[in-house]
């Protein structure tokens, strides 16, 4: 009835405005109180009209949100924090049950705390830009990087946007490279990027049995959320389905499975059957992570 009601008295008032008008011998102050009452219940009219204008825009095209983002029934994710194991993906209406979802496991919305705590927003970025040399240099071998979108962020509270670039952006690392990389990264940084002016975080890590460095809870949920950021991402590409077009993953198998194996060649292990049987640090070694197996949540 509203919806009738309001257009009808935009009319009415309108008429009743032109008629003050011609009585009125000073008309510039009339012309301008006309004109905000009008640009007032315009925008009132479409508020009501149009739902979208008076809800979150993120929320209302959350149809398309599982291609920006995983997905999870609030519920599924409480019970599988209670039983120890990872909750399934939710492929359902995203519309109807909005208010039922979450973005993150129990897990990986822990990681995002120690995230915050160790404070990565300062030197890391996660926002790509629409800039021809920025998505040049996100892009892995024939994978363009997708830009930022506002559908990644619409569980993220608070974001982590950043606002410098000290370290490489984080927003399209997930999958990039195996939990055992990001461990020996975290653990010391040097030794998989030189150069590196990050700091070592040892805390995270145990490091009391024969001096090798074993990831403490913090340290594995930091990285199950570093898993997330851009996993899920997806990029419509109209070369699918025969040139009918469709939506796929933006990191392609071959360039995730590239990046996985110079990233596993890097990753310091202790090999225990070398150096006459007490063991040995090693780059690399023969627990290569399986291609296109690193998900979110993962564990060494």
Same mark, same amino acid.
């Given at each position: @009835?509203?919806?009738?009601?309001? /257009?009808?008295? %935009?009319?009415?008032?309108?008429?009743?405005?032109?008629?003050?008008?011609?009585?009125?011998?000073?008309?510039?102050?009339?012309?301008?109180?006309?004109?905000?009452?009008?640009?007032?219940?315009?925008?009132?009219? %479409?508020? @009501?009209?149009?739902?979208?204008?008076?809800?979150?825009?993120?929320?209302?095209?959350?149809?398309? =949100?599982?291609?920006?983002?995983?997905?999870?029934?609030?519920?599924? !994710?409480?019970? =599988?924090?209670?039983?120890?194991?990872?909750?399934?993906?939710?492929?359902?209406?995203?519309?109807?049950? %909005? *208010?039922?979802?979450?973005?993150?496991? =129990?897990?990986?919305?822990?990681?995002?705390?120690?995230?915050?705590?160790?404070?990565?927003?300062?030197?890391?970025?996660?926002?790509?830009?629409?800039?021809?040399?920025?998505?040049?240099?996100?892009?892995?071998?024939?994978?363009?990087?997708?830009?930022?979108?506002?559908?990644?962020?619409?569980?993220?509270? /608070?974001?982590?946007?950043?606002?410098?670039?000290?370290?490489?952006?984080?927003?399209?690392? *997930?999958?990039? &490279?195996?939990?055992?990389?990001?461990?020996?990264? %975290?653990?010391?940084?040097?030794? @998989?990027?030189?150069?590196?002016? @990050?700091?070592?975080?040892?805390?995270?890590?145990?490091?009391?049995?024969?001096?090798?460095?074993? /990831?403490? +809870?913090?340290?594995?949920?930091?990285?199950?959320?570093?898993?997330?950021?851009?996993?899920?991402?997806?990029?419509?590409?109209?070369?699918?389905?025969?040139?009918?077009?469709?939506?796929?993953?933006?990191?392609?198998?071959?360039?995730?499975? &590239?990046? +996985?194996? !110079?990233?596993?060649?890097?990753?310091?292990?202790?090999?225990?059957?070398?150096?006459? *049987?007490?063991? =040995?640090?090693?780059?690399?070694?023969?627990?290569?992570?399986?291609?296109?197996?690193?998900?979110?949540?993962?564990?060494?």
């Amino acid at each position: @009835m509203l919806v009738y009601v309001i /257009p009808i008295l %935009f009319v009415v008032l309108v008429g009743i405005l032109l008629l003050i008008l011609k009585q009125v011998p000073e008309k510039s102050a009339m012309l301008t109180g006309i004109g905000i009452g009008m640009t007032f219940i315009i925008g009132l009219t %479409f508020t @009501m009209l149009i739902p979208s204008f008076n809800e979150n825009w993120s929320q209302n095209t959350a149809k398309d =949100a599982s291609r920006y983002h995983a997905i999870y029934l609030r519920s599924d !994710v409480e019970k =599988a924090d209670k039983d120890g194991t990872t909750p399934p993906l939710y492929k359902g209406d995203t519309n109807v049950e %909005f *208010g039922k979802l979450v973005g993150y496991t =129990a897990q990986q919305e822990r990681g995002r705390r120690v995230y915050q705590r160790e404070g990565c927003m300062y030197c890391h970025s996660q926002q790509i830009r629409p800039l021809k040399g920025e998505i040049a240099r996100y892009s892995i071998g024939t994978s363009v990087v997708p830009v930022a979108d506002e559908r990644e962020y619409i569980w993220d509270q /608070p974001h982590f946007l950043g606002t410098r670039r000290i370290g490489p952006d984080l927003s399209r690392e *997930g999958g990039k &490279y195996s939990d055992d990389w990001h461990y020996s990264h %975290f653990y010391y940084p040097r030794q @998989m990027v030189n150069g590196s002016i @990050m700091p070592a975080f040892t805390w995270l890590f145990d490091d009391t049995d024969k001096n090798i460095p074993v /990831p403490k +809870q913090d340290a594995r949920d930091l990285v199950s959320y570093v898993q997330t950021l851009g996993f899920y991402r997806q990029v419509y590409d109209q070369s699918l389905n025969g040139g009918k077009g469709g939506w796929r993953p933006w990191l392609k198998p071959q360039d995730q499975q &590239y990046t +996985q194996n !110079v990233g596993e060649s890097q990753v310091l292990r202790i090999d225990p059957n070398i150096n006459g *049987g007490k063991g =040995a640090q090693i780059r690399g070694g023969d627990k290569l992570s399986p291609t296109n197996k690193v998900i979110p949540g993962g564990t060494l």
